[in-house]
């Protein structure tokens, strides 16, 4: 079974700081892995995907991450942070199966990123 | 392009009542997913439609909720009759494909509370 831990609720760092939001998966096979950002009153918007190839994949705003197989991780990343990142950040994994599954996205909980000037 | 719309964006209603959701997808995308977040805790699958078909809807909680996509265009998600636990934030998304690469576009969600 497909399942997604982010063991941080909330996550707090100053401006111009790097910041890490952490994510492990646990899937059968390869992992498609991506990460959404939710800000407040919106919908997810994707950020960025690991599907094969570089385990370091950059994204909107900045925003990379690092596929870690070893590790079964996927930690979100910004050099530097701004204010405007201050969102709701989610990690997920994608369904490979063949079935009547292929396709869905199995959540974590969402990590809280708060930038503070 | 439109992305996806749902609504209303909130609704309040009493514990017996029925409510129902409205889902547009992005046009063009055959691929619907309803998902739900409960305050706090993960975003989880209900049903996936492509087109018009049910691909699979074994995320639904119970027989109190009814999801239809008549003509494969929309989408609707009912409700009937609302439990206190049904709260939470209902989102729709769509994609052109069920590639594993090809995201999901989300919409901006119903927040459903049940009093």
């Known amino acids: 079974a497909q399942s997604v831990a982010q063991p941080e609720d909330q996550v707090n760092v100053a401006e111009g700081n790097p910041l890490t939001v952490k994510c492990t998966y646990s899937?059968?096979?390869?992992?498609?892995l991506f990460w959404y950002v939710q800000y407040p009153n919106r919908g997810l918007q994707f950020l960025l995907k690991?599907?094969?190839?570089?385990?370091l994949v950059k994204g909107s705003y900045g925003f990379e991450a690092e596929f870690n197989k070893s590790q079964t991780s996927f930690h979100l990343k910004k050099p530097s942070a701004l204010v405007s990142d201050s969102a709701l950040y989610f990690c997920?994994?994608?369904?490979?199966?063949?079935?009547?599954?292929?396709?869905?996205?199995?959540f974590g909980r969402g990590t809280q990123l708060t930038v503070w000037p | 392009e439109a992305g996806v719309t749902q609504f209303p964006s909130h609704s309040v209603i009493e514990k017996g009542q029925t409510v129902t959701l409205r889902c547009d997808p992005i046009?063009?995308?055959?691929?619907l997913y309803w998902y739900r977040r409960v305050m706090g805790k993960e975003i989880k699958f209900l049903l996936h439609?492509?087109?018009?078909?049910?691909?699979?809807e074994s995320g639904m909680p119970n027989n109190r909720f009814l999801a239809e996509r008549t003509g494969g265009t929309y989408s609707t998600l009912k409700v009937q009759p609302a439990e206190l636990e049904d709260s939470g934030v209902y989102f729709c998304?769509?994609?052109?494909?069920?590639?594993?690469?090809?995201?999901?576009?989300f919409g901006n969600g119903t927040r459903l509370t049940v009093t």
């Open positions: 998304a769509s994609s052109q494909d069920r590639s594993v690469g090809s995201p999901l576009h």
């Open positions: 899937v059968s096979g390869n992992p498609y």
């Open positions: 690991y599907i094969t190839g570089d385990n």
């Open positions: 997920a994994v994608r369904d490979r199966g063949r079935g009547s599954t292929l396709g869905r996205l199995y």
């Open positions: 046009s063009g995308h055959d691929n």
């Open positions: 439609f492509v087109k018009e078909s049910k691909q699979d």
